[in-house]
């Protein structure tokens, strides 16, 4: 297929994976577009090759009439390699329906080398999808340069809390799945308007989030925090849970 679009997540609660996959294929079932899956479960084994080719192909059986191709990569891949997949001339943008991110990598990847990014309005990746720009009266504010796919706010799942990494009553975001398939459509029938948008905010990117800057913002709160008493550790853990970014 000429128009694809990548997704990259592991395969569990938190990247929502199936629902990403599932609703690409009701969205374009009529349609020859690709969807670009990289993914593994617990490793880059054979079997877990194999196990993952199993959870995809049980989702495809349920249209065999579909039109749309659902492409898998499976196992390790060099930067260059990488690099190579974000830029190659029909991979069209990133897909993404987290439910929360403490950074995002690969949706800075992919924003970082020009490539269009759909994902939810909400955790850690907006820090760099949105830039400033001038509104109609002058005004710098924050503005959006990616296809914002609407969400609501919920408890994580019970069977998902994980001792000192997902902690019981934080939050995630629960993409919507009608706005992620207009943002879907959308992106594949303005491609143009969101290149042009992606370019943009890689320029952006590319002035400020400079390697050297970002590491040393980094070992700069991690130096903070292990030089503060316990109870400033404490009130910063607090508000971080508090802002419900799971």
Not at 15 to 24: G, H, S
Not at 168 to 175: A, R
Request: proline letters at 4%.
């Amino acid at each position: 297929t000429d128009f694809n679009f990548l997704t990259f997540a592991q395969w569990g609660p938190r990247k929502n994976l199936e629902n990403t996959i599932q609703w690409f294929i009701e969205e374009f079932i009529d349609v020859p577009v690709g969807l670009v899956v990289k993914t593994f479960i617990v490793n880059n084994s054979t079997i877990d090759r194999h196990e993952t080719e199993k959870r995809i192909k049980g989702m495809l059986d349920k249209y065999p009439q579909r039109k749309c191709k659902v492409y898998l990569l499976h196992g390790d891949m060099s930067d260059s390699e990488m690099m190579a997949l974000y830029n190659n001339s029909k991979i069209k943008a990133l897909a993404s329906l987290t439910h929360g991110e403490g950074f995002g990598l690969p949706l800075f990847e992919a924003a970082y080398n020009g490539l269009p990014v759909i994902a939810p309005d909400w955790s850690g990746h907006v820090d760099f999808l949105y830039k400033p720009a001038e509104d109609k009266k002058g005004k710098i504010k924050n503005k959006a340069h990616f296809a914002r796919v609407d969400y609501d706010i919920g408890p994580i799942p019970k069977e998902v809390v994980w001792d000192g990494v997902l902690i019981k009553d934080s939050m995630w975001c629960y993409p919507k799945q009608g706005s992620y398939k207009m943002k879907l459509r959308e992106v594949y029938k303005e491609y143009g308007r969101f290149k042009k948008q992606a370019k943009d905010l890689k320029s952006w990117i590319l002035k400020n989030f400079e390697e050297k800057e970002q590491y040393n913002k980094f070992t700069n709160i991690v130096d903070s925090v292990l030089r503060a008493p316990d109870e400033e550790v404490d009130l910063l853990f607090n508000q971080l849970l508090a802002q419900g970014n799971g």
